[in-house]
């Protein structure tokens, strides 16, 4: 299972679905088992319910003398409290496995790259910011293209939300140049969204519009094309194309969370509002307010 770990995910997880801890023999085999078992399902995209499995591996391995277990088993940790938004506990997690310290740079460059990202979430973005910058020096070292890729952009985002977008630009147009050369049509993507946002706060919509086509031509085909959809009709909209924006925000709707509906909604709310159709521009409102309270209940099951 180890061993498939980073090429197939997938059949380490089958493997590991064969057996239970209860099956393990001692506690270094259930440790192991743990830790893998919480890898796997991280590395196929599957939330982590709870943190009862890698909690296993903690009691092990914090006293252990190998670091780099010691450091992976705390990253993952911080994997499952980050899975549930639980930003506080997925820093603390961070934090010790870097106090361990960790000689494997792969896994020191996840932490970094995974801490910056809880900082983020948290609005603390001196930190995030100081984070970033270590991702990517450790990235330097180990020559990773996408290691550098991912703090570029983390550092284009930190100055997008506090406004800088002169920075902001600088780190993303680096950003899609390292995409285009390993030719990663999903980053590229992101990118040019970043990019077009960027132009489209600075009012400057022409240019924006040009970058979120260029987007839409990147996209793989089994992309989730809901959120490219929603930032080309905000776009069609401010250069009052209201029409074509219509459009494409109603495209927007098919397979958007929750969140992104009351965007939706919200940007044909503003321009039915803009345009007297008052009638329609109310439902809208009425749409908005429903998604927020199913967002409230959410949140409370959640919670309980």
Known sequence: ADSLMLSKP??????LKNFSIQEMPNKSAKAMYALLLTQALDKNYIHHQNDSMITIAIDYYKNNENNNLKAKAYF??????QDNEEYIKATEAYLT????????KKLLLQIYNNLALCYESQEFYIQAMKTYKESYSTAELLKDKYGILHAMRGLGNIYAIQDDEDNALTYYQTSLTIAQSINDSIWQTAILCDI???YDNLGMHIEAKKNIEHALKCAPYNASFSSIYFWKGTILRNLEETDSAICYLSKAKINADIYAKASIYQTLYEIDKKRKRFEQAILYNDYIMILYKVWFIIRRLIAS
């Open 196 to 198: 077009a946002k960027i």
């Open 97 to 104: 496995a870097l106090n361990a310290p960790p000689t494997d």
């Open 76 to 81: 993952y940790l911080g994997r499952v409290y």
């Open 10 to 15: 997938d059949s380490a997880l089958n493997l």
